[in-house]
């Protein structure tokens, strides 16, 4: 199975600061068809998971730009900017590349 | 609009059958892939299997021989049988699209006697 590594475990930050999580993979997660099926998500307190961007870097209907993506072949990383309240929770990087696909253990991103 | 929902009970003996329904409305399960998630407690998340708009399934290895998802296309749902169960097999489960844009609300199932 695709090991996802995501650091750090844990955040604590002032609203309006930005934030990195990183996410790397044990294997290229380039598909066939030229592709990279890395995505995150966000899962707020109470609530399903949600998918904020889809294949490295394109953002999800809806999601602000304070939200971006980047990386390519086994490291990726997500950045907030600006963090507001709504932002809270935990943040997971996924894989849809190989089967099974594989979740990264979660950033839990929180108030200082 | 894609909405999925979860059914199913809460509390599963162990040795017995832990089985789950996903009914989803606004798009219709014979496009794209349908799969079964879950969490565990803490925050591990595992994508269990899917069953693709003809019907097709791949499972995770890890289940081995205990998963089987299934679906009524007339119904627009999809199933999920996970038998034999532990209380590893505690944990909350979701269905969602592949690859992952539209999630159910989940449903959090127990094993223990």
């Known amino acids: 199975d695709v090991v996802m590594t995501q650091t750090p475990p844990s955040l604590s930050v002032a609203i309006g600061q930005s934030v990195s999580i990183s996410c790397k993979s044990s294997q290229s997660l380039v598909y066939s068809d030229g592709k990279t099926y890395l995505h995150w998500l966000l899962q707020s307190s109470g609530r399903s998971p949600k998918r904020l961007i889809y294949?490295?870097?394109n953002l999800d209907s809806g999601v602000p730009d304070r939200f971006s993506g980047t990386g390519s072949q086994k490291d990726f990383t997500l950045k907030i900017s600006r963090v507001e309240a709504k932002d809270l929770g935990v943040y997971y990087c996924a894989q849809t590349t190989h089967f099974p696909y594989t979740f990264g253990a979660g950033t839990k991103l929180e108030l200082k | 609009e894609v909405q999925l929902q979860e059914s199913g009970p809460g509390l599963v003996k162990p040795s017995q059958s832990l089985s789950l329904t996903c009914s989803v409305t606004?798009?219709?399960?014979?496009?794209?892939?349908w799969g079964w998630i879950r969490k565990f407690p803490g925050n591990k998340m595992e994508w269990m299997g899917y069953i693709s708009y003809s019907g097709s399934t791949s499972y995770n290895p890890s289940l081995k021989s205990r998963i089987s998802i299934t679906r009524d296309t007339s119904k627009n749902q999809f199933f999920l049988q996970l038998n034999s169960v532990t209380t590893e097999d505690t944990a909350t489960y979701y269905c969602a699209r592949r690859p992952g844009d539209y999630w159910g609300q989940g449903v959090m199932v127990t094993v223990s006697s």
């Open positions: 294949q490295v870097s």
């Open positions: 606004g798009y219709s399960i014979t496009s794209n892939y």
